[in-house]
């Protein structure tokens, strides 16, 4: 019998999209905390953390759907730590199998290494 020499090549993405999406999690999850612990700090964010919330607040609203033009309230710092656990909880809860959620990972795993 001979053995099959196929190789199936999504196999390679599965293993990239998965090792990305398992460290993303761990990373979001101490995001969740240390954005969390600021909130509670009333820290304020810099110029670099508004431009950070925003991206973030775009990616969740692409996430789930939402119309361009959302009201959020609270503080800002109020606001980042809410958007981090609303994008953490979707991604638990929605894995992504597609090259976009590929991206989507990268992307906020570059994020939260800022």
């Known amino acids: 019998m001979k053995p099959n020499t196929e190789l199936n090549t999504m196999m390679f993405f599965d293993d990239a999209l998965e090792g990305e999406r398992t460290q993303l999690l761990t990373e979001l999850a101490d995001a969740v905390s240390e954005t969390r612990t600021a909130a509670d700090q009333a820290a304020e964010l810099n ?25 959020f309230e609270g503080g800002q710092s109020e606001l980042l730590a809410n958007v981090v656990a609303q994008i953490y909880a979707h991604l638990l809860q929605h894995p992504s199998r597609d090259p976009v959620g590929l991206a989507v990972y990268v992307e ?3 994020m939260t290494a800022s």
Request: charged letters at 20%; proline letters at 4%; hydrophobic letters at 50%.
């Open 108 to 110: 906020l795993r570059y």
């Open 47 to 71: 110029e670099d953390g508004e431009a950070g919330l925003l991206r973030l607040t775009e990616i969740w609203c692409a996430m789930n759907g939402v119309p361009a033009i959302v009201i």
